[in-house]
């Protein structure tokens, strides 16, 4: 069984920095593509970021281009994802997830992902 725990949420102002983490267990992290989701009040889940296996492709939603980074360690078993430039449309809780079907194509699409973490709430203050 796959477990995903993330960390790293908090309260910033607009403007801040936050660093989202995810760990991840299981033996075949590097065969996992990673994605970053979020969900806010009211709205459906939407896509943030995605890796490949060795960090080669990534994947931006528009609306966090230029301002977020996505990465892995792969020794680690850990995902992040570095939140610049925050504003309050960015508040959401941000959810972590694998997709472990031994395909190394980053999707945008929630329906690939095998496993999701608990998440961790970001909240931007004005």
């Known amino acids: 069984q796959v477990q995903l725990v993330e960390s790293g949420g908090g309260l910033v102002q607009a403007g801040g920095s936050l660093r989202l983490s995810c760990a991840v267990s299981?033996?075949?992290?590097?065969?996992?593509?990673m994605g970053w989701f979020r969900q806010a009040p009211g709205k459906e889940r939407e896509f943030v970021a995605t890796i490949s296996w060795q960090g080669g492709i990534t994947d931006y939603a528009d609306f966090v281009k230029g301002r977020f980074t996505i990465s892995r360690d792969n020794a680690k078993n850990m995902v992040y994802l570095q939140m610049n430039s925050l504003t309050p449309e960015d508040t959401a809780m941000y959810y972590c997830?694998?997709?472990?079907?031994?395909?190394?194509?980053?999707?945008?699409?929630?329906?690939?992902?095998?496993?999701w973490g608990q998440g961790t709430q970001v909240t931007v203050s004005s």
């Open positions: 299981g033996r075949t992290f590097s065969r996992y593509v």
């Open positions: 997830a694998a997709d472990a079907s031994n395909s190394n194509l980053p999707s945008r699409g929630s329906m690939a992902y095998d496993y």
